[in-house]
């Protein structure tokens, strides 16, 4: 299954992982909560794609994929997202895929 821990990002071509975020952000119910159109996020997973640096061994965008799966598997299989308003969901999520954008992947000092 895509939705466990044995998810491989690292196996996953781009448009793989552009439908396991949609999947994600769906399950979740934010595009309908949040009025998100499809159009608008999957541009945004693009840019988010574009802003990381392709050629660096770590801090890349599989990187930021394989957090936001993680932070998604956090909230769910542990029951976080009883505690947790869609907003705060939302927010981890974005936060997930968005955490080393424009880092130059060499080093942890950003």
């Known amino acids: 299954s895509d939705i466990a821990w044995g998810y491989n990002v ?7 992982l552009t439908m396991h975020a949609i999947d994600i ?12 159109p499809m159009t608008t996020f999957v541009h945004f997973i693009d840019e988010i794609k574009r802003g990381y640096d392709s050629d660096a ?3 890349n965008s599989l990187h ?13 299989k542990c029951g976080a997202e009883k505690y947790l308003e869609s907003f705060n969901i ?3 999520l974005v936060a997930a895929l968005a955490h080393d954008l424009g880092h130059d992947g060499y080093n942890n000092t950003f």
């Open 25 to 36: 952000f769906d399950d979740q119910g934010l595009f309908s909560r949040f009025s998100i």
């Open 90 to 92: 939302l927010s981890i």
């Open 57 to 59: 061994p770590y801090h």
């Open 64 to 76: 930021a994929f394989d957090v936001m799966h993680v932070c998604y598997l956090l909230i769910t």
């Open 10 to 16: 690292f196996s996953k071509n781009e448009l793989e």
